[in-house]
């Protein structure tokens, strides 16, 4: 039943982020580029998903436990160290560079949009990259 239900949310968050347009890397884009054919469109879906994130998480934590789950994984560290700089840095460079982030760039996969078989395995090669490092170094 949980796979089932994961599936259908993976769906209805795909198929958001192809009609939102996240999924169209020349849209992306638009939207980084302040100073060429700015697109500030993205901004509004962007806003919309914190608004949306907020609010439920305020509905869940409620909860003791979630509803197909034993308990909560909530992060525990506070501290502000170089994986939690030098990580957002790098999706930031690669979003900018190839107009696509991981939940986009899949969900453009189905679509089979240009650029996005060629992202797709870079991408995996570079969490692959950091993982073997993050282990080498623990």
């Known amino acids: 039943m949980s796979i089932l239900v994961n599936l259908g949310l993976g769906l209805l968050f ?18 980084l580029d302040l100073f060429g054919t700015f697109d500030p469109s993205l901004a509004f879906v962007m806003g919309g998903a914190v608004v ?14 979630p509803l ?15 994986r939690l ?3 957002p840095a790098l999706f ?20 089979a949009a240009p650029g996005t078989l060629a992202f797709i ?5 570079g969490m692959w990259a950091a993982r073997a490092l993050a282990e080498r170094r623990a």
Do not use: H, Y
């Open 14 to 31: 795909g198929f958001g982020l192809i009609v939102s347009g996240m999924s169209n890397p020349a849209k992306v884009l638009n939207f």
């Open 52 to 65: 949306v994130a907020f609010i439920g998480f305020r509905l869940v934590l409620t909860r003791e436990k």
């Open 68 to 82: 197909m789950a034993p308990r909560f994984q909530l992060p525990t560290r506070s501290d502000i160290d170089a």
């Open 85 to 87: 700089i030098v990580g």
């Open 92 to 111: 930031g460079i690669g979003w900018g560079l190839g107009g696509f982030c991981p939940g986009p760039a899949f969900a453009a996969l189905g679509l």
């Open 121 to 125: 395995p870079a991408m995996l090669a």
